[in-house]
Nanobody, 126 residues
Framework: QLQLVESGGGLVQPGGSLRLTCAAS????????IGWFRQAPGKEREGVSCISSSGRSSNYADSVKGRFTISRDNGKNTMYLQMYSPKPEDTAVYYC???????????????????WGKGTLVTVSS
């Protein structure tokens, strides 16, 4: 069983920066694609970014493209989401999730992830 724990959330000013961390335990992540998702109050959970098991490929939602960067360190069983120039509309609970993907493709979606963390709240406000 894979456990995922997010950290690094908090209050950040618009235009600042924040790095979220997802620490995994229980299983090695070598064959898991990792996704970051978020859910704002009153809205459905949405995909933010996805990275393949080796880290070779990644993709982003249009709303965060160019501002967020996803990365992973399989040796540390840890994944990251670096947020640059966050906007108030980025305010949400951020979740990391893992999906068994041995073909090394960055394929993530809310309905197909195998494991989820409990989330960390990010508030973007001045």
């Amino acid at each position: 069983q894979l456990q995922l724990v997010e950290s690094g959330g908090g209050l950040v000013q618009p235009g600042g920066s924040l790095r979220l961390t997802c620490a995994a335990s229980g299983l090695a992540l070598d064959y898991y694609a990792i996704g970051w998702f978020r859910q704002a109050p009153g809205k459905e959970r949405e995909g933010v970014s996805c990275i393949s098991s080796s880290g070779r490929s990644s993709n982003y939602a249009d709303s965060v493209k160019g501002r967020f960067t996803i990365s992973r360190d399989n040796g540390k069983n840890t994944m990251y989401l670096q947020m640059y120039s966050p906007k108030p509309e980025d305010t949400a609970v951020y979740y990391c999730a893992a999906r068994w993907e041995p073909t090394n493709q960055a394929i993530c979606a809310t309905s197909i992830m195998d494991y989820w963390g409990k989330g960390t709240l990010v508030t973007v406000s001045s």
